[in-house]
């Protein structure tokens, strides 16, 4: 009687915001952490906005592909000012609270731009096969017109496919813990504080998982497959190489993208012996890339590099 009282009592009581904890393990050194990340927040600031103000300013970029390019250096902005503030106001000022709005929605920000960026590269995936495999039908078929609605299909998708997240996150109750051991508002660590079942959550994340990213992973490999089956049927050395060098760049940031998506899944298994490593992981997850993106299509795509040299008035000979 006594114990369902007490019971009764600790389910009644709702917790009003949770603390960050930060990186699990390493609380008493984790600040150290900090000059790192917001060196790479300000490199992903500084080098997206000039890929941003680059295709603005040369004409020569003003086609469909370095569109989608401009879309991804936006979406990864996004990303990385959804977190990167709060981690470092929690490990410069220990400023750990949030609220639970906050809190579900910053986990709700978050699965959208992850969602987004893995969509764009799908429609820089198209673009490729279309200009490889259709070179005839390119300058019809992907056009400004195919930019914006794409880029507009793939904002809707992200932004009601990923609502159930926050919302059933929200519809649990948070009676006892309040500490996440976590940097951000991640779906795993916010309702591993529930008191009651969880298992909707986690059936939503993987389905999400499986029909989004899933989906969106084999539109990719199937471009890339005719991609490739259309460069080896090219008679010319020189075209092949041509071809494949503008997709070295895609696939590049591709591959890095869904493998630490892959790796984040397969360690959170391991996240009770070893918390630090799927936290870690997560963080980085969501500031290397928008970092790293602008670099790699830099240093591949040469249109793009001189474009970059003319902003900052460099020179650019023999590039």
């Known amino acids: 009687m006594l114990q369902d009282l007490t019971h009764s009592n600790i389910s009644k009581f709702q917790v009003s915001e949770f603390i960050l904890m930060g990186f699990p393990g390493i609380h008493?050194?984790?600040?150290?952490?900090?000059?790192?990340?917001?060196?790479?927040?300000?490199?992903?600031?500084?080098?997206?906005?000039?890929?941003?103000?680059?295709?603005?300013?040369?004409?020569?970029?003003?086609?469909?592909?370095?569109?989608?390019?401009?879309?991804?250096?936006?979406?990864?902005?996004?990303?990385?000012?959804?977190?990167?503030?709060?981690?470092?106001?929690?490990?410069?000022?220990?400023?750990?609270?949030?609220?639970?709005?906050?809190?579900?929605?910053?986990?709700?920000?978050?699965?959208?731009?992850?969602?987004?960026?893995?969509?764009?590269?799908?429609?820089?995936?198209?673009?490729?096969?279309?200009?490889?495999?259709?070179?005839?039908?390119?300058?019809?078929?992907?056009?400004?017109?195919?930019?914006?609605?794409?880029?507009?299909?793939?904002?809707?998708?992200?932004?009601?496919?990923?609502?159930?997240?926050?919302?059933?996150?929200?519809?649990?109750?948070?009676?006892?813990?309040?500490?996440?051991?976590h940097c951000l508002c991640s779906n795993l660590g916010v309702t591993l504080l529930s008191c009651d079942d969880r298992t909707i959550n986690s059936i939503y994340q993987l389905l999400l998982a499986w029909t989004l990213m899933g989906s969106d992973l084999g539109l990719i490999f199937l471009s890339y497959v005719l991609i490739l089956h259309s460069v080896l049927k090219l008679n010319s050395a020189e075209a092949a190489s041509k071809a494949l060098s503008t997709c070295t760049s895609h696939l590049i940031l591709i591959l890095f993208f869904y493998t630490i998506i892959v790796v984040i899944s397969i360690t959170h298994s391991a996240a009770m012996t070893v918390p630090l490593i799927p936290v870690l992981l997560n963080v980085l997850h969501n500031v290397i890339p928008p970092a790293l993106n602008p670099m790699v299509y830099a240093l591949k795509n040469k249109e793009l590099r001189q474009g970059l040299y003319k902003v900052l008035k460099l020179d650019n000979k023999g590039n």
Not at 60 to 73: E, N
Not at 111 to 138: K, W
Not at 146 to 152: C, N
């Open 28 to 181: 008493a050194w984790q600040h150290w952490l900090s000059l790192p990340l917001a060196l790479l927040y300000l490199l992903a600031l500084t080098a997206n906005i000039l890929i941003l103000v680059t295709i603005k300013q040369e004409a020569t970029l003003r086609q469909p592909m370095y569109y989608f390019l401009g879309i991804l250096a936006v979406v990864d902005m996004g990303l990385a000012t959804t977190i990167m503030p709060k981690i470092l106001a929690i490990l410069w000022f220990s400023a750990k609270a949030i609220s639970l709005p906050e809190c579900f929605a910053q986990m709700y920000v978050i699965h959208c731009f992850v969602a987004m960026e893995s969509g764009i590269f799908v429609c820089m995936a198209i673009d490729r096969y279309v200009a490889i495999c259709r070179p005839l039908h390119y300058p019809s078929v992907v056009t400004e017109s195919f930019v914006v609605k794409a880029t507009m299909l793939m904002a809707l998708r992200n932004s009601l496919a990923t609502i159930p997240v926050p919302v059933l996150a929200a519809q649990r109750h948070y009676c006892s813990q309040n500490q996440i051991e």
